[in-house]
């Protein structure tokens, strides 16, 4: 299984990214799919959450601004993210699960991508 990161970069507070992350070699469908992040000398962050149904969760730093969604015909995840603050800056990963996982302990997901960094600067 494989989960690749992409659509990270550097963007002025307020502005906006979105982020994809692309699935393979499992269900894609069938599996819970999260976003987390690290800032810098901080531990990982649950950011989002969506399951099978399209039933969407967010942590209550990004709620309002951030949108997770998933294109299952394309095994796609995206997190679109919104009103960019320069505490929105870390490595953004996204990962999948057969079950609800509401932990920034990465063991506790069964797949795992490598991440992609967002850094929100003026």
């Known amino acids: 299984a494989q989960l690749v990161e992409s659509g990270g970069g550097l963007v002025q507070p307020g502005g906006s990214l979105r982020l994809s992350c692309a699935a393979s070699?499992?269900?894609?469908?069938?599996?819970?799919m999260y976003w987390l992040r690290q800032a810098p000398g901080k531990g990982l962050e649950w950011v989002s959450g969506i399951n099978a149904g399209h039933g969407t969760y967010y942590a209550d730093s990004v709620k309002g601004r951030f949108t997770i969604s998933r294109d299952n015909a394309k095994n796609t995840l995206y997190l679109q993210m919104n009103s960019l603050k320069s505490e929105d800056t870390a490595v953004y990963y996204c990962?999948?699960?057969?079950?609800?996982?509401?932990?920034?302990?990465?063991?506790?997901?069964?797949?795992w991508g490598q991440g992609t960094q967002v850094t929100v600067s003026s």
């Open positions: 990962a999948a699960d057969r079950d609800w996982v509401w932990s920034g302990v990465r063991w506790e997901y069964d797949y």
């Open positions: 070699g499992f269900t894609f469908s069938s599996y819970w």
